[in-house]
């Protein structure tokens, strides 16, 4: 008598959970062993409905370093200073004076967030520190070292073109610490992201410190099992959280709760597929087969760190959240962007070859 695989039974419940079709549900376990080689969690909700998926051996409790999934917190920031009138998502930023008052013009809320005010991907420095300080090259700048080196080396493009940068957004972390009236560092975005995004939408367990004990050792390429420094670009990547949480920061966008921000989609040159458009925090890609209006659909975002991948994304048009959270960093013969690819199978979307590249 054979005993059916249990991971196979849980990610049935999946699939009934989120009304995938026979060929989505046929192959969502092999994406699933793609994306998590290693083990991780799998988390999805809807209707109010929630599944946590262990694979691996990994507890569905467990927290993660969540990489660029920390970027859609920053815009939620930014969305929330926005609606209390401390912001202005296209107003130049340095009109907040202080820190800021040397900024280009064109540093707004909302091309820093979405990648359009073209700032390197990273600060030069980090050339050398990748090598000589690999899990924290950002980690012995200062905030407003951070900020010389975004006003130094941004070139504005018109028409604006997409730019993937941690520089950027890392940048708007700061800016939104000055606005929310903290320091200009990590800690100060994480006092304004805990008082204006955290507190209010009951996320106790997110936060630039995993709780003592809880966090998912990473697994790094070559061994290494520390979990990745951001230094004072905290707001590009920095984050902690359990899938719980980021199931539950989903949700608040649909409900409303997490802002509007990431209703309207731009369409900058330069975007790379499989993202038909871009929003603070989120990326756009539109469901296969007859065209559908873009307001429903799935946004997502991902993230890579040295030694753990993640994704996470919600259908505004079906209501589900998905997250996945996966031990280990890239390998040498993996796929990429596997992480992200099972997020968009199972939000209905368009899923791109386990061999495109990510930006996360």
Do not use: C
Not at 232 to 237: R, S
Request: aromatic share 6%; glycine share 14%.
């Amino acid at each position: 008598m054979f005993r059916r695989d249990p991971l196979r039974t849980r990610l049935a419940e999946v699939a009934d959970l989120l009304d995938l079709g026979p060929a989505q549900g046929g192959v969502l376990p092999a994406v699933v062993r793609a994306a998590l080689p290693r083990g991780g969690v799998l988390g999805v909700s809807r209707a109010g409905t929630r599944l946590l998926v262990p694979v691996g051996g990994v507890p569905t409790a467990g927290v993660f370093e969540l990489a660029s999934v920390t970027k859609p917190f920053t815009a939620a920031l930014a969305s929330a200073l926005v609606t209390r009138g401390a912001l202005d998502w296209d107003t130049p930023l340095r009109r907040l004076g202080g820190p800021l008052r040397g900024l280009p013009l064109h540093f707004t809320a909302r091309r820093l967030a979405v990648h359009t005010a073209g700032v390197p991907g990273h600060p030069a420095r980090a050339a050398l520190t990748s090598l000589t300080h690999f899990h924290d090259p950002y980690g012995r700048m200062t905030g407003a070292q951070a900020l010389a080196s975004a006003r130094r080396w941004s070139r504005e493009t018109r028409p604006p073109t997409f730019l993937y940068s941690n520089l950027s957004v890392g940048v708007l972390a700061l800016a939104l610490a000055h606005a929310a009236g903290e320091d200009l560092s990590a800690a100060g975005y994480g006092a304004a992201l805990a008082r204006y995004v955290t507190g209010p939408l009951g996320l106790p367990r997110t936060g630039l410190r995993p709780p003592p004990g809880e966090l998912v050792t990473p697994r790094g390429l070559l061994g290494g099992s520390e979990a990745t420094g951001f230094g004072p670009l905290a707001g590009a990547g920095g984050l902690f959280a359990p899938a719980a949480d980021l199931l539950t920061f989903g949700e608040a966008h649909l409900s409303g709760a997490a802002g509007e921000h990431w209703k309207a989609g731009e369409h900058p040159r330069g975007l790379p597929l499989p993202r038909a458009g871009a929003t603070p925090g989120w990326f756009i890609t539109p469901p296969p087969g007859p065209a559908t209006p873009e307001a429903g659909w799935p946004r997502w975002h991902d993230g890579v760190a040295r030694g753990t991948r993640t994704a996470l994304g919600f259908s505004p048009a079906s209501g589900a959240v998905v997250t996945v959270l996966a031990r280990g960093g890239l390998s040498l013969l993996g796929t990429r962007n596997a992480a992200p690819a099972l997020a968009l199978l199972l939000l209905g979307a368009a899923v791109p070859p386990l061999t495109a590249s990510s930006q996360g």
